[in-house]
């Protein structure tokens, strides 16, 4: 079996590499930091995998597609997993993300998908098998001031991913759109508002490798807040807001 995941330094990527690393597996890894790279790499080798890495930055189209047609050229993939991303979070009191942070997530979180998964596409769909995962998050479903242009980005990448989903289901190839909930990483360390029923980066690669086994078109965890989102929705906006604002703030 062949994967590719980016953000595999650290976090929710980390963790699923190691977790799909075995004999029978080659994994590239792609992500900036090389140094962390090695750390998994060697982790990965030593759980028997074949283990190909590259330092790109998902924003360097070219660069990463010109890998990835290399990669699959010798090792045609199987399962594709677009999880790199950043975050932008705001205290009660600051004013609005600057200009070069909206572009900045907006190039990770939504064209770093597009530049990792569109080169793919029709490789698979000449194949007629793959698999498609896109990490979004539980953050897509309602806008919230504490990150307003984190909640737009992933919201993007999910109406990509279920729209994906539906297209090239004929083409025998499967997209699920993983939305987690808080999950211990760096990211999360930096979260400046309440995170509640955090869990590790290791129970959530758990938990979305067995939604991918399971061809799942949403991997949502952890349930609770998974439901308590979309119960969100249905309310009026107002309240809706006063609450989120209430729950992400209320240490403050
Ligand atoms: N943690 C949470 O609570 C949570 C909740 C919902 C969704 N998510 C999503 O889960 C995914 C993984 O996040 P995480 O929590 O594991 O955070 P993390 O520990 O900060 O990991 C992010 C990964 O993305 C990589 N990355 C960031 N920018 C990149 C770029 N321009 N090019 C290539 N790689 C890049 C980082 O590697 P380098 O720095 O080495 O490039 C790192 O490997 C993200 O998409 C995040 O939005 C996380």
Redesign the pocket.
């Known amino acids: 079996m062949n994967i590719i995941i980016?953000?595999?330094?650290?976090?929710?990527?980390?963790a699923l590499a190691k977790l799909y690393a075995n004999p029978n597996v080659t994994l590239g890894l792609?992500?900036?930091?090389s140094k962390?790279?090695e750390i998994i790499t060697e982790l990965c080798i030593a759980k028997g995998a074949n283990v190909y890495v590259a330092a790109?930055?998902?924003?360097d189209g070219e660069a990463l597609k010109s890998w990835l047609l290399d990669f699959d050229n010798q090792f045609p993939i199987n399962l594709l997993i677009a999880?790199?991303?950043?975050?932008s979070t705001l205290n009660k009191n600051d004013l609005n993300e600057s200009w070069e942070k909206i572009n900045e997530v907006l190039n990770?979180?939504l064209y770093?998908v597009l530049n990792t998964i569109y080169p793919i596409i029709s490789l698979m769909q000449s194949r007629n098998y793959g698999q498609i995962a896109i990490?979004?998050?539980?953050?897509a479903y309602r806008g919230m001031a504490i990150s307003p242009i984190y909640c737009a980005s992933?919201a993007a990448v999910k109406s990509y991913g279920e729209a994906l989903r539906s297209r090239l289901k004929n083409n025998g190839i499967q997209v699920s759109v993983i939305c987690?909930?808080?999950?211990?990483?760096?990211?999360?360390d930096v979260?400046p508002g309440n995170k509640f029923m955090?869990i590790s980066?290791e129970k959530a690669a758990k938990i979305i490798q067995n939604g991918l086994i399971k061809n799942k078109a949403c991997i949502n965890f952890p349930f609770p807040i998974n439901l308590a989102i979309k119960l969100l929705c249905f309310l009026p906006d107002k309240l809706a807001d006063q609450l989120l604002n209430f729950f992400t703030y209320s240490k403050y």
């Open positions: 980016t953000g595999a330094s650290s976090g929710i990527g980390f792609i992500a900036r930091d962390k790279l790109i930055d998902v924003t999880n790199a991303g950043i975050a990770v979180n770093g990490v979004s998050s539980l953050a992933k987690p909930g808080f999950v211990q990483s760096n990211m999360s979260y955090m980066s």
